[in-house]
């Protein structure tokens, strides 16, 4: 013990629920900008936004270039079953 009878951890009563309440106002100051910036990241999306067809969300001249690609893949595909089917003939 000292010598005025007080140990060192008796200043520390007054001053630990002023140090706990601002600890509190910083946590919930923090939240609040994890909250903010949370918001701002992920954006709900509603039904009629994840059920938009692609012609509204991609833009014209994509969408045009992709049906042409798909277009020549598909007679790709088509071209090539009906030369399978000609072998399988000529084969029986």
């Known amino acids: 013990m000292p010598e005025n009878g007080k140990h060192w951890t ?3 009563k007054m001053l630990t ?3 706990v309440t601002i600890a509190l106002f910083l946590l919930s100051s923090l939240r609040a900008d994890v909250k903010d910036i949370n918001d701002k990241l992920f954006k709900h999306l509603t039904n ?5 067809p692609k012609s509204m969300i991609v833009s014209q001249e994509a969408f045009t270039l992709y049906q042409v690609m798909r277009d020549a893949q ?17 084969k029986k």
Do not use: Q, R, W
């Open 10 to 12: 008796e200043s520390f």
């Open 17 to 19: 629920p002023i140090l």
């Open 74 to 90: 598909m007679s790709e595909l088509k071209s090539g079953i009906t030369e399978i089917k000609e072998i399988l003939k000529t």
């Open 48 to 52: 009629d936004d994840l059920h938009a």
